[in-house]
């Protein structure tokens, strides 16, 4: 289908009639000492599918996490998020059918927010026609900014392990590929801790050697994560943090300390409150996996805990099925 001419607004309409759906890996960002700049994209995915209709209306379909509280007009993340890709790319819609199946928990640190908005925004680039469409790249920049750093959005986007940075207004990331030895565990709780509450919680300075000890642990973690998963304990050390968050996570700082003294890899997964494991091997996976459920079982009866064996996505966002 063709789009129509420039309306008044100078936009023009996305063909009506299409359908597509996107699927993307949730994500753990930091990793320990790699704050704001590295992340991990993981096997637990949201879905979202999208259907161009010529009735004006928005229709919205929601199920999984966020179905009881999450609001279904335009007001939600995704549905801003794809109006303003479309507008970047100098269209509009008439009218959508917004499904999504959302499995990625909200608010507990595995990237629901950068999920919402790489789905977002790769639906709308794939609505436009094929000439108008852009890069992967334009969709790190744009999500970027939606989401203020890229630490997130830059592994939901191209998969693996993602390394960030930005210059200015310039989004960077470049991919690096994890050895397959390495397993992903997450212990997820069943209460929420707001990004915004926890770096509010971080000082606006930390002494110079505690920066040294932690580029040296950041360095380490990605030869620990790329080739030598033997370093993964003292590669998740980290210094700039997690100390500062933990009053605001007990449950979580306490599991943490226990994995880490029994000499697993266990950091806070982005902001948390979930706990994220990097084992090396099914047999320590498996024996990170046990002890978190037994820990918990004993140490925090208030808590409902989700123990998830997740695997490194190496795809990151793919659109699965489009009908023009």
């Known amino acids: 289908m063709e789009t129509t001419q420039p309306t008044a607004t100078g936009l023009k309409l996305v063909a009506a009639g299409q359908q597509l759906t996107v699927r993307v890996p949730g994500t753990s960002a930091n990793l320990g000492p790699g704050y704001d700049s590295l992340g991990l994209a993981l096997s637990i995915y949201d879905t979202l599918t999208v259907?161009?209709?010529?009735?004006?209306?928005?229709?919205?379909?929601?199920?999984?996490?966020?179905?009881?509280?999450?609001?279904?007009?335009?007001?939600?993340?995704?549905?801003?998020?794809?109006?303003?890709?479309?507008?970047?790319?100098?269209?509009?819609?008439?009218?959508?059918?917004?499904?999504?199946?959302?499995?990625?928990?909200?608010?507990?640190?595995?990237?629901?927010?950068?999920?919402?908005?790489?789905?977002?925004?790769?639906?709308?680039?794939?609505?436009?026609p094929e000439s108008a469409q852009r890069d992967r790249e334009w969709i790190l920049q744009l999500t970027s900014e939606m989401e203020g750093h890229p630490d997130n959005v830059a592994p939901a986007i191209f998969g693996?392990?993602?390394?960030?940075?930005?210059?200015?207004?310039?989004?960077?990331?470049?991919?690096?590929?994890?050895?397959?030895?390495?397993?992903?565990?997450?212990?997820?709780?069943?209460?929420?801790?707001?990004?915004?509450?926890?770096?509010?919680?971080?000082?606006?300075?930390?002494?110079?050697?505690?920066?040294?000890?932690?580029?040296?642990?950041?360095?380490?973690?990605?030869?620990?994560?790329?080739?030598?998963?033997?370093?993964?304990?003292?590669?998740?050390?980290?210094?700039?943090?997690?100390?500062?968050?933990?009053?605001?996570?007990?449950?979580?700082?306490?599991?943490?300390?226990?994995?880490?003294?029994?000499?697993?890899?266990?950091?806070?997964s982005g902001a948390g409150p979930t706990v994220l494991a990097l084992a090396n091997g099914a047999d320590e996976a498996e024996t990170i996996a046990e002890m978190i459920i037994a820990f918990t079982a004993d140490n925090t009866p208030d808590v409902a805990w989700r123990v998830m064996t997740l695997a490194v996505d190496v795809e990151g966002a793919r659109v699965d099925l489009h009908r023009r």
């Open 160 to 268: 693996g392990l993602a390394l960030s940075w930005q210059d200015s207004e310039q989004y960077s990331s470049t991919r690096a590929e994890v050895v397959p030895s390495v397993i992903p565990i997450v212990a997820v709780p069943d209460y929420e801790l707001s990004t915004e509450t926890a770096r509010g919680l971080l000082p606006a300075s930390i002494g110079h050697h505690a920066a040294a000890m932690n580029s040296g642990r950041a360095a380490l973690l990605i030869h620990a994560l790329t080739a030598d998963p033997r370093f993964l304990l003292p590669g998740t050390e980290d210094y700039l943090h997690q100390s500062y968050r933990a009053e605001a996570m007990r449950p979580s700082a306490a599991l943490i300390k226990t994995l880490r003294s029994s000499g697993h890899a266990a950091v806070v």
């Open 51 to 128: 259907e161009t209709l010529t009735t004006g209306e928005l229709e919205f379909e929601l199920s999984g996490e966020g179905a009881d509280t999450l609001p279904r007009d335009a007001s939600h993340l995704v549905v801003r998020a794809l109006s303003t890709a479309l507008e970047r790319l100098g269209f509009r819609h008439s009218g959508l059918k917004i499904t999504a199946d959302n499995v990625n928990p909200h608010g507990r640190g595995l990237g629901s927010s950068a999920s919402a908005v790489v789905a977002a925004v790769t639906a709308a680039n794939a609505l436009v």
